[in-house]
Every structure is written in C-alpha cells, then in structure tokens.
C-alpha cells in the first residue's frame, strides 16, 4: 500500500500524560498536513510542513502540540500534558506541490480518546 | 459567520433519487473548491474537484458560483453505497490548507 500511513491507529491514555503520532506520507509528496477532526465536525487544520520546513500553524495547535518533519519525510504530532478536549482524530494529509491543482490525500487517522 | 457552510442533515433518501447538497463559504479570497466523501469512522477522500463551468464525473455533477459564493453537488440515481458523509472544502489563493465545513450526511435506503 503506498497511500498515507499513521500510526497508531488509536490511542487511549490518561490525562496529564503525553503522547506522539506518527505519519507517513505518499513517498513522493512534498508537502503534509495535520488536521484534528471531533465528532460532528469537518477537519481543522492544525499545521503543514513542506519538507522539512513547518510552514504554517493554526491558532488551535497550543504550545502543548509540537510537530517535527526532521527529515522531510516522515512527521511526528506530540501532545503533551493531555486533557481531555484533545479527544478526537489526527489526521494526517500529504501532497505533491502543483501549481495548478494540489490534491491532498488522507491517512487513516489515529483516534485518541483521553480518560 | 463559519467560513464554509453546509446544509445540515442528515438527508434520507431511498435508492434511485436524486440529491442535492448547497455549500457557501465567506472569503472571496478562495480559489479552489472540492467535495470530499468521508464514510463513517475513516479518512475523507477526494471526491471531485469543482470548477466553474460546472464539471460532471458519472452521476455526480458539482455546479460553482463565484458571485454568490456557493457550491453545489447533485447526485443522480442514488445508490446504497453513496451513504456517507460529504464534506464542502475550500483552498484559499496563496494558502495551502484546506477549510472543511462540517459536512453532509447522505443515508439511501433500500
């Protein structure tokens, strides 16, 4: 399978502890993208990288979230200090930069649920 | 004001119908206009870009208008396994990241 991978799937932990994600992007892709998606709601943006540049950071991603693309391939998502509102999927989304037309293809996801 | 809106749902239909989803977003910034199909508990996937003359891929045909700031996405001859949630994303010109509105539940039923 050569989509978008993220590991892992799903995450239950306590609150106060931290935790990381992982994506892998289509290979090829230069840019990836992490939204947050709650029940009910479409995904919001929290960051992007292209290569291993972090380009842009939304107002939601608060100094307990960091992200790392160190290489310019794979990227890491960190909360630290959990509560229990970061409950929700992290998506991670990758993309070839096209001048005219730029799809971003979606991973699985990983579903973290904080007790 | 959200910056993209959607119908709420959800919308039951029974096979064979036709069905409409209205979309308006708020930035006349934006430049590129997608639907995204998103079934229950995975990742949304690309379900066609929207252009403005209008573009048609099999029985979906998905209508763009830049004056009023709506989009539209009809689909024709419903089928069960068009069940799914259908997400109004919009780029903005000079941004690379995708605004989604909150999406559109579809149920077609026998």
């Known amino acids: 399978d050569t989509g978008v991978s993220q590991d892992p799937r799903h995450k239950i932990t306590k609150r106060g502890q931290n935790v990381t994600f992982r994506c892998d992007p289509i290979s090829e892709h230069n840019r990836l993208y992490w939204y947050r998606q709650t029940l009910g709601q479409g995904p919001e943006f929290l960051t992007y990288f292209q290569n291993e540049a972090q380009l842009e950071k939304s107002r939601l991603l608060s100094d307990r979230f960091s992200a790392e693309r160190p290489k310019g391939s794979f990227s890491t998502l960190e909360i630290q200090r959990t509560e229990q509102g970061d409950s929700a999927m992290y998506l991670c989304a990758s993309s070839l930069d096209r001048r005219r037309e730029e799809t971003q293809y979606f991973g699985p996801g990983t579903r973290l649920l904080v007790l | 004001r959200k910056e993209v809106e959607q119908d709420p749902g959800p919308f039951n239909v029974p096979e064979g119908a036709t069905v409409a989803f209205n979309c308006t977003y708020s930035n006349s910034a934006s430049q590129s206009f997608f639907w995204y199909r998103q079934d229950c508990r995975k990742e949304p996937k690309l379900l066609m870009s929207v252009y403005s003359s209008g573009n048609e891929d099999g029985r979906f045909t998905a209508q763009l208008n830049r004056a009023s700031q709506y989009i539209s996405l009809l689909i024709r001859d419903s089928k069960l396994s068009d069940s799914a949630t259908y997400l109004c994303?919009?780029?903005?010109?000079?941004?690379?990241?995708?605004?989604f509105g909150k999406g559109t539940m579809l149920l077609v039923s026998p």
């Open positions: 994303v919009v780029n903005r010109a000079g941004y690379s990241t995708l605004t």
